[in-house]
């Protein structure tokens, strides 16, 4: 085990005094060690405040000409789920994840056994990324938590002032309605549990269809359709 947690701990450049942060970090409430609140929602209230802090910080001091909006807009992108599943990505923090069998997909592609471990909901993974913050943040104070979330998100802070934080669902939709063609239409076809992706999306205006998208999620595919539909339309 600790062996296996040093390999998160190389990936994420902290190395924690206490473990058993990390470890509460990492632990859903469906894991059978989840008792007495010895799980990650304590440590993801913290991380996310930790978080906003540091973003906070970054867009006050790099962006002295954006006005308040400005920066609540590129906050709002930076720290939204999306943003956190890229992070979630970096660190491979999936593999890590301790997650009760109801939350867990055992079956990979075309309904073949999987030995790299795949979980239903991707928020998870998301709200893991704040807890693992929180965790540095009580293991290690302000510094620590402040590096980790720089490090982290550096990849994500570059052209950040061109973000929008809405959905692709959301720009389309005002798109559509300011052009009065009405709401963008979406067909869901669903391929069943222990498929991946398991659901596809079709986007539809005024009857043309203009994108399709996957994902584990119903959300996650009318999202993917929307943007690839927005990008059509842009040009």
């Known amino acids: 085990m600790s062996e296996h947690l040093g390999r998160l701990e190389s990936r994420i450049g902290y190395l924690f005094s206490d473990k058993n942060l990390l470890l509460r970090a990492l632990r859903h409430r469906s894991s059978n060690q989840s008792g007495d609140g010895n799980h990650m929602e304590r440590l993801e209230f913290l991380g996310d405040a930790v978080l906003g802090l540091v973003i906070s910080?970054?867009?006050?001091?790099?962006?002295?000409?954006?006005?308040?909006?400005?920066?609540?807009?590129?906050?709002?992108?930076?720290?939204?789920?999306?943003?956190?599943?890229?992070?979630?990505?970096?660190?491979?923090?999936?593999?890590?994840?301790?997650?009760g069998d109801s939350e867990r997909l055992e079956k990979g592609r075309g309904g073949k056994a999987s030995s790299i471990m795949r979980i239903k909901s991707p928020s998870i993974s998301a709200n893991a990324?704040?807890?693992?913050?929180?965790?540095?943040?009580?293991?290690?104070?302000?510094?620590?938590?402040?590096?980790?979330?720089?490090?982290?998100?550096?990849?994500?802070?570059?052209?950040?002032?061109?973000?929008?934080?809405?959905?692709?669902?959301?720009?389309?939709?005002?798109?559509?309605?300011?052009?009065?063609?009405?709401?963008?239409?979406?067909?869901?076809?669903?391929r069943g549990a222990g498929h991946s992706p398991r659901f596809g999306a079709i986007c539809r205006v005024n009857s043309d269809m203009l994108g399709e998208g996957h994902g584990d999620r119903k959300k996650i595919a009318e999202i993917k359709a929307a943007e690839q539909a927005w990008q059509h339309l842009k040009k």
Do not use: C
Not at 62 to 70: L, N, S, Y
Not at 82 to 95: M, Y
């Open 57 to 99: 910080e970054y867009l006050h001091h790099h962006f002295p000409d954006k006005q308040e909006g400005d920066l609540s807009r590129m906050r709002a992108a930076l720290v939204r789920k999306e943003s956190l599943l890229v992070v979630a990505g970096f660190w491979g923090l999936v593999s890590y994840l301790d997650v």
């Open 129 to 190: 990324v704040e807890a693992v913050i929180g965790a540095v943040f009580q293991d290690g104070g302000w510094p620590a938590a402040h590096k980790l979330v720089r490090e982290a998100w550096q990849p994500l802070l570059i052209g950040v002032d061109a973000l929008d934080a809405r959905d692709a669902k959301s720009r389309l939709q005002e798109f559509t309605q300011s052009k009065g063609w009405g709401l963008p239409e979406y067909t869901l076809t669903d």
